[in-house]
């Protein structure tokens, strides 16, 4: 009998708040070039606010790289440094470029959640799972459909909710994991309605960010407490 026990629960630091303070300093000039508020940053030099933005992310997963360890480390971690230059290569490349690197890093987190499946969840936590890919697609279909772009858009929210499933599905706290990938996903949702109704123009970038950051800090602070109770396996 092999039991694979829960992680000592461990506690971001004050690099995390520091991380966050950057996170919602961006979220302002986000803002600003949505022209929602604080028009003053909206005319920031464009590799700075790129620079700033990736220091963010990339931030969040070196704090899990160095506050983890084992496959922790190494797969939920490095998932999230492959979104760091994902998220970069979007605003430098272009969306392929950035979409490639996304799909990968989902991938990746997919295996990992699996390693961690939480066979004792009930109907309910199923259900939510299940639902977010389902709506995800969905959302992104309407959006699709209004920009007249290919439906081969769809997989991508298929993939990137199929990611936050496997994430509520886990053994993680599903507070921390769960809900950050379910954001993460608003924010896919969120970037293509702004492609579909909005020509792409950044007016819900503000939106975008909020999501997508707030989730990655909620997905780098379950990472960091660890897979919650005790699995065990016959061999």
Avoid at 15 to 42: D, E, I, K, P
Avoid at 98 to 104: D, E
Avoid at 132 to 137: E, I, K, Q
Avoid at 220 to 228: F, K, L
């Amino acid at each position: 009998m092999a039991v694979i026990d829960s992680r000592i629960e461990g506690r971001p630091g004050p690099a995390f708040a520091a991380l966050l303070v950057m996170g919602a300093a961006y979220w302002l000039t986000a803002m600003a070039r949505s022209g929602v508020a604080f028009q003053h940053l909206a005319d920031l030099p464009t590799m700075l606010v790129i620079g700033g933005k990736t220091a963010c992310i990339l931030g969040l997963a070196l704090l899990v790289l160095l506050r983890t360890s084992g496959d922790i480390r190494w797969m939920l971690g490095g998932s999230l440094v492959l979104i760091a230059l994902a998220d970069f290569l979007l605003a430098t490349r272009g969306l392929m470029s950035g979409g490639t690197f996304f799909v990968l890093a989902h991938v990746l987190a997919i295996v990992f959640y699996c390693r961690y499946c939480d066979r004792s969840a009930g109907a309910s936590v199923k259900l939510a799972a299940l639902a977010v890919p389902v709506l995800a697609v969905l959302a992104v279909a309407v959006s699709v459909n209004a920009a007249g772009l290919h439906p081969v858009h769809l997989a991508y929210p298929a993939i990137s909710g199929s990611m936050a499933a496997c994430a509520i599905a886990s053994r993680f706290p599903r507070w921390n994991n769960g809900l950050g990938a379910s954001l993460f996903v608003m924010s896919d949702v969120i970037f293509f309605w702004d492609f579909g109704f909005y020509n792409g123009s950044g007016t819900l970038g503000w939106m975008v960010w909020l999501c997508f950051f707030a989730g990655i800090a909620l997905i780098a602070h379950g990472a960091i407490r660890g897979p919650q109770g005790i699995e065990e396996a016959n061999g």
